[in-house]
T-cell receptor
């Protein structure tokens, strides 16, 4: 079955540590996205990637970094510079080159930093 | 910048009844898409329905339909014959239409819908 996987579902880290969230898709989608969700707020875009080896900052990129070395993978690193890293993180993908603008979401990772 | 506003934080509806969720947006763009996403307790985001701004006809998907008023920048979701499985957070979202390129979704703050017996 095609889809997007995010692992792990729950992640715990100590303050001051970097942590990398995994996102893998086998949908053959060109574009991938990372969103952050906080209670009482909608999703906000962190980074997105149009194609391999290319990525762009979203609205709240500070304290985060990404890489896109493979089409299938778009890992997100939450650095110690991110002031409030505890949140629910969602990865998504789409294939805009085919005129399909729907974004397909993974199941998300809940990150807790203490 | 685009903004999306959902003014109803919570709503409740009885099973088999009809409910309408409101959404307004602000943009200076002419070509865009609007979406309603559902997020059940599992937190998986599921697309419910989408509307292309250039289409005058309102989109429908089974029990879900929208009332798209472009001039008023309004995009409400109507759920008919509500079912217990419709209980979820519902997010309205906006996307600029950039031909062939990735484009971000701008989300509202969501409406929590509870379907009761």
């Amino acid at each position: 079955d095609g889809g997007i996987t995010q692992s792990p579902k729950y992640l715990f880290r100590k303050e001051g540590q970097n942590v990398t969230l995994s996102c893998e898709q086998n949908l053959n989608h060109d574009a991938m996205y990372w969103y952050r969700q906080d209670p009482g707020q909608g999703l906000r875009l962190i980074y997105y990637s149009q194609i391999v080896n290319d990525f762009q900052k979203g609205d709240i990129a500070e304290g985060y970094s990404v890489s896109r070395e493979k089409k299938e993978s778009f890992p997100l690193t939450v650095t110690s510079a991110q002031k409030n890293p505890t949140a629910f993180y969602l990865c998504a993908s789409s294939i805009p080159s085919h005129g399909d603008y729907e974004q397909y979401f993974g199941p998300g990772t809940r990150l807790t930093v203490t | 910048a685009q903004t999306v506003t959902q003014s109803q934080p919570e709503m409740s509806v009885q099973e088999a009844e009809t409910v309408t969720l409101s959404c307004t947006y602000d943009t200076s763009e002419n070509n865009y898409y609007l979406f309603w996403y559902k997020q059940p307790p599992s937190r998986q985001m599921i697309l419910v329905i989408r509307q292309e701004a250039y289409k005058q006809q309102n989109a429908t998907e089974n029990r879900f339909s929208v009332n798209f008023q472009k001039a008023a920048k309004s995009f409400s979701l109507k759920i008919s014959d509500s079912q217990l499985g419709d209980t979820a957070m519902y997010f309205c979202a906006f996307m600029i239409s950039n031909t062939g390129t990735a484009s971000k979704l701008t989300f509202g703050t969501g409406t929590r819908l509870q379907v009761t017996l």
